[in-house]
């Protein structure tokens, strides 16, 4: 069954810092691949997803995602951390379109003045 | 649009009690998915409905049934609460008539149940 790993439960940037949030992947068949984000209070929304085509993926609020197959990997990066980038991240992964959707633990980021 | 609304917002039970936890969404989607957030876990799919009349197990099932009453509206329903059932509970749809993943999922706020 496929999973997500993501290294790191928590970590901090300081503001204006790259970031840089880690997930591997393990599926049988060509993943699609998903991150969300959660605000304090509030439910997931979807950043950004990768389904098929290009590996690069531009997500919402300046986020991007790599789908790297030789590595099994997809990290979510962003040029320059915002204070309003506080929140947990969560990888998620699917072998299929008609598949359920399996979350990683998630990554607290937060944000340094 | 209200987009995904859930009642209540918080619930603190006691052992053996049971309740319903409401979710409707305005935006016509045709899955509706209700998962359970607990620290340190992720996220983990309870049940889901792929159309109006359907419904499916998903991770983690025991101690829960739902109801799609209609297009709208999916609830979920703890019959006898467990103290292993504190969690926060999500609700989520998506335009999916399968209840598959490529289709983006929008989320509720929550509930936060507490089982004492």
């Known amino acids: 069954a496929q999973s997500v790993t993501q290294l790191g439960s928590h970590v901090s940037v300081s503001e204006g810092a790259l970031v840089l949030l880690r997930c591997n992947y393990s599926?049988?068949?060509?993943?699609?691949l998903f991150w969300y984000v959660q605000y304090p209070n509030q439910g997931l929304q979807l950043l950004l997803k990768y389904t098929t085509g290009a590996t690069l993926v531009k997500g919402i609020n300046g986020f991007e995602a790599e789908f790297k197959k030789s590595e099994t990997s997809f990290h979510l990066t962003k040029p320059s951390a915002h204070m309003s980038d506080a929140a947990e991240y969560f990888c998620a992964v699917s072998e299929d379109r008609d598949d359920k959707i399996n979350f990683g633990k998630g990554t607290r980021l937060h944000i340094l003045p | 649009n209200a987009g995904v609304t859930q009642t209540p917002k918080f619930q603190v039970l006691k052992t053996g009690q049971s309740m319903t936890l409401q979710c409707a969404q305005d935006?016509?989607?045709?899955?509706m998915y209700w998962y359970r957030q607990d620290p340190g876990m992720g996220l983990r799919l309870i049940y889901y409905s792929a159309s109006e009349g359907t419904t499916d197990k998903g991770e983690v099932p025991n101690g829960y049934n739902v109801s799609r009453l209609n297009k709208r509206e999916f609830s979920l329903r703890l019959e006898s609460a467990a103290p292993s059932q504190t969690s926060v509970y999500f609700c989520?749809?998506?335009?999916?008539?399968?209840?598959?993943?490529?289709?983006?999922?929008?989320f509720g706020p929550g509930t936060r149940l507490t089982v004492l």
């Open positions: 935006m016509n989607h045709n899955s």
């Open positions: 989520a749809s998506s335009s999916s008539t399968s209840g598959g993943s490529t289709d983006t999922q929008y």
């Open positions: 599926s049988s068949v060509p993943p699609y």
